[in-house]
C-alpha cells in the first residue's frame, strides 16, 4: 500500500506545482488528471491513508460524484482537497470531518495554498514553485504568493515559469512525461535544467508564433468577447491571444473533438475586466446540461456539442 497519494490538474503550472509541492513534503505517489477525468481517477484509488486534491475545482455537474467518491475514500483514508476555484455549494459543509480538510482561497493559486499548508516540513527553496504557479495563474498579487515573489528576481521567475508554462502546453495530455516533471520539480530543479524542458518551450513558442496569424485571420468578434476554434492548439493560450490581439475584454476558444459529444471551452479575462468569469461560465454551462467553472479571469467549460452556439450567443448577455 503506498500511504500518500496525490491528485492534481494535468494542464499548468499551478496543478503541477501544487503536485510537486505535496510530493517533496510527503513522498507522495501522484496522479495528474483533467477536470473532465478527475472522478474516474478518484475512482481508481481504493487503498492509502492520505490522499490530497489539487487544483481540481468542482462545478454543479461534477460535486455530487466528488462526494460520493470522497466518502468512500474517507472510509480508509484522511482526505485533504486543496484548490483556489469558486465555491461550490456543499462543499464546506464537510470542513469540520475530522477526515476531511478543504483548504480554500480565491485570493492565492493552489500552489501557494499548498505551500502554505506544507509550510513547516518543506525547504524554504521550494517556494519558488509557488512564484511559477502565481505568475501563470494571474494571481501573484495574492497574500501569500506576493511575499514570496518579492524574495526572487522577477526577471529570472518570468523566464522559468514561462518556460515550464509552454513546456506544460506543448507536452498536452503525455501524462507520463508531466509526471516526470512533477518528479523534477519536487526535486526543486529550475525548469530550464530538467531535460528536453526548453526544447519542448521553444516548440511551442513556435506553435504560438503560427496561432497569432490564425486569430487575425479566423477568430470572430462579437460585442464583448472574441472567440476561435483551437483545435490542436492549447484552449488556454488560444483564448487569451484573442484578447489581446482583438483588444476584447474576454477571449474564447473551443476545441470540438470528432469522437466526443462534447465541446471543450476555455475563457480569459483582461486584468481590469470586473466581473466573475468562473461564475458567469459555471452557470451558463450548467443551464446547458454540461459543467464548468475557474476563478475571475480564468474558466473553462465541458458543454454538448449541439449547445455550443446557444452557449456563444447567451455569454453576450452574461458579460
Given at each position: 500500500m503506498h500511504q500518500t497519494i496525490c491528485i492534481s490538474h494535468s494542464s499548468d503550472v499551478d496543478g503541477l506545482a501544487s503536485a510537486a509541492l505535496v510530493k517533496c513534503a510527503t513522498k507522495a505517489e501522484v496522479y495528474l488528471t483533467s477536470y473532465g477525468n478527475f472522478i474516474d481517477t478518484l475512482k481508481a484509488i481504493s487503498d492509502a491513508s492520505e490522499v490530497y486534491i489539487c487544483d481540481l475545482g468542482l462545478s454543479l455537474g461534477t460535486i455530487q460524484p466528488f462526494f460520493e467518491e470522497v466518502n468512500r475514500i474517507r472510509r480508509f483514508a484522511k482526505v485533504t482537497y486543496i484548490d483556489h476555484h469558486q465555491k461550490v455549494k456543499g462543499l464546506f459543509n464537510y470542513k469540520s470531518a475530522s477526515d476531511l480538510k478543504v483548504v480554500h482561497s480565491l485570493k492565492d493559486c493552489t500552489a501557494a495554498l499548498t505551500y502554505n499548508y506544507f509550510?513547516?516540513?518543506l525547504p524554504k527553496e521550494a517556494s519558488i514553485l509557488v512564484a511559477y504557479a502565481a505568475l501563470t495563474d494571474y494571481l501573484e498579487e495574492g497574500p501569500i504568493a506576493?511575499?514570496?515573489l518579492a524574495l526572487y528576481d522577477r526577471i529570472h521567475l518570468y523566464y522559468e515559469a514561462s518556460t515550464l508554462s509552454y513546456a506544460i502546453e506543448q507536452l498536452g495530455d503525455m501524462l507520463k512525461k508531466l509526471s516526470i516533471l512533477v518528479e523534477e520539480l519536487s526535486?526543486?530543479?529550475?525548469?530550464h535544467e530538467i531535460e528536453s524542458v526548453v526544447e519542448y518551450a521553444s516548440e511551442h513558442a513556435r506553435r504560438v508564433s503560427e496561432f497569432m496569424k490564425k486569430v487575425k485571420k479566423d477568430a470572430k468578434v462579437g460585442r464583448k468577447y472574441a472567440y476561435i476554434d483551437a483545435s490542436d492548439f492549447p484552449k488556454g493560450t488560444a483564448a487569451n491571444l484573442v484578447r489581446c490581439?482583438?483588444?476584447?475584454?474576454v477571449g474564447l476558444s473551443y476545441t470540438v473533438k470528432r469522437d466526443s459529444d462534447f465541446v471543450e471551452l476555455s475563457l480569459r479575462a483582461s486584468s481590469n475586466y470586473t466581473k466573475d468569469l468562473g461564475s458567469i461560465t459555471q452557470r451558463l454551462a450548467s443551464k446547458l446540461g454540461g459543467f464548468g467553472g475557474g476563478h475571475s479571469k480564468a474558466s473553462g467549460a465541458r458543454i454538448p456539442k449541439d449547445s455550443l452556439q446557444q452557449f456563444l450567443k447567451a455569454l453576450e448577455d452574461f458579460l
Open positions: 509550510k513547516c516540513v506576493s511575499k514570496i526535486r526543486l530543479k529550475y525548469p490581439l482583438l483588444e476584447v475584454p
